[in-house]
């Protein structure tokens, strides 16, 4: 698989104050898969994901996955998943176009994965990132994810060690305010528009809600 296949295309003009309107977030379909390489080939080096891996991951049924568009010229700038399991939301995969990095769409994409397993009742989110990826490790460690094991020697094209990140209980009270700040935050920054298709567009703030009583009795 070589990056002379899928060239990275120029990215539109994007201003952080201005850019929300013209953005849209929309379910991952097989047809995105050749569109999506010119991001992941200089996003995660050597064993980067195919086309193959994309499509079977919006075959797999516990999946979730999204693409995030620049509306006026149909050009993909980011993507990510999640998968729902029981009641964890794992998050596979996130990355944005590496000219666009630093405005705001990485952080666009991970609040719509929090909306998502919010609304869904997951009771917390977990994820693997590299112990170099300081970027990505404060995008989560803002909403709330917490260092909690490693993963020796996990990714095989260096050998890197994995950390593993989850979050609080998605309801419970500290997190959710933690979150609603955050997000807050984000929007005002963003011009107070809003991205379309995402899942909390028009939302009110998060509320904190209580485990099911089988989670509650089986961590006493
Ligand atoms: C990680 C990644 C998705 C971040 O995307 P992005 O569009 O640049 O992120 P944002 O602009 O939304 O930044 C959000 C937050 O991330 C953190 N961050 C982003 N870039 C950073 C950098 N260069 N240094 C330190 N922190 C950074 C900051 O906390 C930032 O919040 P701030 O703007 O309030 O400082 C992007 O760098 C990427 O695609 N990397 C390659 C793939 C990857 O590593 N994916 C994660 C796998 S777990």
New binding site residues.
């Given amino acids: 698989m070589t990056a002379e296949k899928y060239p990275l295309p120029t990215p539109p003009e994007l201003k952080r104050e201005t850019m929300m309107q013209k953005l849209l977030i929309r379910p991952m379909q097989k047809a995105d898969a050749p569109f999506l390489l010119p991001?992941e080939i200089p996003?995660?080096g050597r064993f980067h994901w195919n086309e193959e891996s994309f499509r079977n991951e919006v075959s797999n049924q516990v999946a979730n996955y999204f693409v995030l568009i620049h509306k006026p010229t149909g050009q993909y700038l980011?993507y990510a998943g999640v998968w729902f399991v029981v009641d964890e939301g794992h998050?596979t995969?996130?990355?944005?176009h590496?000219n666009?990095?630093?405005?705001?769409?990485?952080?666009?994409?991970?609040t719509h994965l929090y909306g998502l397993a919010y609304q869904a009742k997951m009771l917390l989110l977990t994820?693997?990132?590299?112990t170099s990826?300081?970027?990505?490790?404060?995008?989560?460690?803002?909403y709330g994810f917490r260092m909690v094991g490693m993963r020796p020697r996990y990714y095989q094209d260096t050998q890197e060690d994995a950390l593993l990140l989850t979050t609080p209980l998605l309801g419970d009270e500290q997190q959710v305010t933690l979150v609603n700040g955050v997000f807050n935050q984000f929007v005002q920054r963003a011009g107070e528009t809003w991205c379309d298709g995402h899942s909390l567009k028009n939302a009110p703030a998060l509320t904190p809600f209580a485990p099911p009583l089988d989670v509650l009795e089986a961590s006493t």
């Avoid at 994820?127 to 590299?130: I, M, Q």
């Avoid at 990826?133 to 803002?142: G, H, V």
Wanted: glycine content about 12%; charged content about 15%.
């Fill in positions: 991001i996003s995660f980011g998050i995969t996130l990355a944005t590496p666009l990095r630093g405005l705001g769409l990485g952080e666009l994409l991970v994820l693997e990132v590299r990826n300081f970027s990505a490790q404060n995008l989560y460690y803002k």
